[in-house]
């Protein structure tokens, strides 16, 4: 707007000049048409010169304001579209860890079944000893030894006490064992992998005892 101005003001002043070479023209008879018109000439040619360069300076400085929202527009396109990636890497990273939790929490339930089923066969198995064990035929006396040499296969009383005092430690195997079964449950996340190390354990030391108490079962009673 100050440029029009400018050039506004110039024509005013062209307009002047013109005005007061033909004033000067009238009271000078010598002076001549021709030279008032190469007068007013010279003065338009310097206002398109004006007019030029203005114009000129305006287109550059709207160049360099053009440049500059096209600076500020790439560095707001590169900010955006870096958040973009950081919240694309964020919910990336999240949903791994989501994903590792489910497959965690998979591999956990399957385990745990597999660890139930094993601890009800136990359960099982030691009831039927334990009743093996109580349904053994008392010790015989030496005459019904003499007389029925199958009696002598009999356990005696001690022997079947032992064989109760070891089914004994064999249930207190399982009782442990159903007991780290419970912590396993209870556990959150990797850490139930910790829980898992000491159930195999006591699995491992509950079906070693079984062995040896079923053995001394058969071969007692």
Do not use: C
Request: cysteine-free; overall charge neutral; hydrophobic content about 35%.
């Amino acid at each position: 707007m100050k440029s029009w101005g400018w050039i506004a003001a110039l024509g005013v002043i062209v307009l002047i000049v013109a005005v007061s070479a033909g004033v000067r023209s009238n009271r000078d008879p010598d002076r001549s048409y021709e030279h008032a018109k190469a007068e007013t000439r010279e003065a338009m040619d310097a206002t398109k010169d004006y007019v030029k360069k203005t114009l000129g300076t305006a287109e550059e400085r709207a160049r360099e304001s053009g440049a500059k929202l096209g600076e500020a527009a790439d560095a707001l396109k590169e900010r955006v579209q870096a958040q973009a990636q950081s919240v694309q890497r964020d919910s990336q990273a999240k949903f791994d860890r989501l994903s590792d939790q489910a497959a965690q929490e998979q591999q956990k339930q399957v385990y745990q079944q597999q660890v139930e089923a094993k601890l009800d066969l136990f359960n099982k198995q030691i009831d039927a000893l334990q009743d093996q064990v109580n349904r053994a035929p008392a010790a015989p006396t030496a005459d019904a030894s003499a007389t029925n040499p199958s009696y002598a296969a009999a356990p005696t009383d001690e022997a079947k006490d032992a064989l109760k005092n070891m089914i004994q430690v064999l249930q207190n195997k399982r009782e442990d064992a159903q007991r780290r079964l419970g912590e396993l449950k209870a556990a959150d996340g990797p850490s139930w992998q910790d829980a898992k190390a000491g159930l195999e354990r006591s699995l491992n030391d509950l079906e070693s005892a079984f062995n040896q108490t079923r053995a001394q079962v058969e071969s007692r009673t």
